[in-house]
């Protein structure tokens, strides 16, 4: 199961990382911390506008997540979540496949 974001990070910004790479989750996070002041590129639209109606410890738990985030999507081989949604969804898929076919359904 992928990492949950704290209660304090909101809804609107946990779902627009829901197609980014660990690599773009990594570098939003470093941004979110003030760890660097250059914008990154690959992160989606309006996001880094909405960090600034954000306070600081909104930021810093949101970058924990985003880092919790990339390093689950980068030890289970997955490219976002979207992908690790889809991945689910298939092996859900295959064990109803088996299960009816193991009962001759």
């Keep these: 199961m992928p990492p949950e974001p704290a209660a304090d990070v909101p ?5 627009r990382f829901e197609d980014s790479s660990s690599e773009t989750l990594r ?15 690959t992160a989606p639209d309006g996001t880094l506008e909405a960090f600034a109606m954000q306070d600081e410890e ?12 990339a390093d689950y999507l980068d030890q289970h081989g997955l490219e ?14 295959w064990g109803r496949k088996k299960l009816k076919e193991w009962h001759g359904l």
């Design 58 to 69: 909104t930021l810093e738990s949101l970058a924990a997540y985003l880092e919790a985030v």
């Design 11 to 15: 809804d609107f910004l946990v779902d």
């Design 27 to 41: 570098s939003t996070a470093r941004y979110a911390r003030g760890e660097t002041h250059h914008r990154p590129r």
């Design 80 to 93: 976002s979540l979207a992908a690790a949604a889809e991945s689910d969804d298939d092996s859900e898929e």
